[in-house]
């Protein structure tokens, strides 16, 4: 496609239950990145893949987080026993190479009740 | 630790008016500045600063780079309804999680008939 993709937009879940957000990038772009972003505030980094290694997961917020890109295209954020503080848009965004400009997908918005 | 700083946080204008919206940023070594515009879809890439001084401009929007100062505008002239969005500030350096962008809270713009 000529953009990067999620589904699904929107996700509402019970606390406890486990969710799966998907991110397909745009065709032949190396690096992806997923965010969260919080209600007024700027989206922060969660984790990085170059295909499919995963290279930098620091900023998952707990174990609960976890990533995947198993075919070094399309990637898999899923949370497990989700908490109301997970509520948020989760942006996904990918780049030719790690230090290009990076493009972004409309997001999942979670809501956790 | 890094840090990006947006001002203002918002703006009310009207249709016509000329705005600046400012980021300055306190990172180890910087590598780019990048300006999003985000409505309720996919932040939108508008400029990639790297070097100081160049002014970087498309339409009616252009922005500039100052890395002694640690700072970048984003100047929007003749603002239309449409230009109405939380505008994004984000910084990319080449430190500990290598190629995440470390973002601002954004300024949220509102332009009215």
């Known amino acids: 496609g000529a953009g990067v993709s999620q589904s699904p937009r929107y996700k509402v879940a019970k606390r406890g239950q486990d969710v799966a957000l998907r991110c397909d990038p745009i065709s032949g772009h190396v690096s992806l990145f997923w965010y969260q972003q919080a209600l007024g505030q700027g989206p922060e980094f969660l984790t990085y893949f170059q295909n499919e290694a995963q290279l930098d997961k620091s900023g998952l917020p707990s174990d609960r987080f976890f990533a995947e890109r198993p075919e070094g295209s399309v990637s898999t954020l899923k949370i497990q026993r989700t908490q109301q503080e997970d509520s948020a848009v989760y942006l996904c965004?990918?780049?030719?190479?790690?230090?290009?400009?990076?493009?972004f997908g409309a997001g999942t918005r979670l809501s956790v009740l | 630790e890094d840090k990006v700083v947006q001002s203002p946080l918002s703006l009310v204008v009207h249709e016509g008016d000329t705005v600046t919206l400012n980021c300055s940023y306190e990172?180890?070594?910087?590598?780019?500045l990048l300006w999003y515009k985000q409505e309720k879809k996919a932040p939108t890439f508008l400029f990639m600063l790297?070097?100081?001084?160049i002014e970087k401009k498309s339409g009616r929007l252009s922005s500039i780079l100052d890395k002694k100062e640690l700072f970048s505008i984003l100047n929007i002239t003749a603002t239309q309804t449409g230009d109405s969005a939380i505008y994004l500030c984000a910084v990319g350096s080449n430190s500990n999680s290598g190629y995440a962008l470390n973002f601002g809270k954004g300024t949220s713009l509102l332009v009215t008939p």
């Open positions: 990172v180890t070594n910087f590598r780019s």
């Open positions: 965004a990918s780049s030719r190479t790690s230090v290009d400009i990076q493009y």
């Open positions: 790297t070097s100081s001084g």
